[in-house]
């Protein structure tokens, strides 16, 4: 059975995705990694840590019990309007955590990350881009990263609104202007696919991990 860990639980997504989790039969237990003390994940199988994500190396001996991360932070995706640093949420302390799951030997990480690329304009896209680069360069066993502003995967619920919206999109990039805006899929959707995934994926359990040993 699994051990997961959810870091990043003040937007809707974290939330979601540790409620799909908790109903998976296939996991054991999970972590979730929290700088926010008002969340309530009354379950047996949730272990709630709060931490402060700037001394993230403190919390390594929770990371041991650990077989995949899914990693939810990013100030695009947070309830909390008043972040002090943009910046070490979308990419310096998601980085920090991908390096010490990485040395604690968990083999799965997980990224929601926008759709985003090197030569990006906007600042926080291209410190997405920076992120997922760095990330991949690890060397996790599997890494996967799951968009939430792909028009793709959310065609199933647009609306009439949004549906011309898309195609206004998709008549400017055929004139070739260069769009950056996109869709953003909704959490519910999101973490459908992220569980529809999870259930098609094997085991990842880590034989280098103490309790593995014991």
Not at 121 to 131: E, V
Request: aromatic residues 10%; proline residues 3%.
């Amino acid at each position: 059975m699994r051990r997961a860990m959810v870091v990043g639980v003040s937007g809707n997504i974290g939330k979601l995705l540790v409620q799909k989790l908790v109903n998976n039969k296939m996991y054991r237990f999970i972590t979730v990694l929290t700088r926010i003390n008002e969340r309530k994940f009354k379950h047996i199988h949730v272990k709630k840590v709060i931490v402060d994500f700037k001394q993230i190396n403190q919390y390594q001996t929770h990371f041991l019990e650990i077989d995949e991360v899914f990693c939810m932070l990013g100030s695009n995706y947070s309830s909390d309007k008043l972040l002090e640093d943009a910046a070490l949420l979308d990419y310096d302390i998601p980085l920090a955590i991908a390096q010490l799951a990485k040395s604690c030997g968990v083999n799965r990480f997980v990224l929601v990350n926008p759709h985003c690329e090197q030569n990006q304009s906007n600042p926080y896209l291209k410190r997405r881009w920076q992120l997922e680069k760095e990330i991949t360069n690890i060397g996790f066993e599997d890494f996967k990263v799951f968009r939430v502003n792909q028009i793709a995967i959310a065609k199933r619920w647009m609306s009439i609104r949004k549906k011309m919206k898309q195609f206004y999109l998709n008549m400017l990039r055929l004139t070739g202007k260069k769009i950056d805006g996109y869709l953003q899929v909704p959490a519910n959707i999101l973490v459908e696919d992220i569980a529809a995934w999870v259930t098609q994926q094997p085991e990842l359990l880590n034989s280098n991990h103490p309790i593995q040993k014991k």
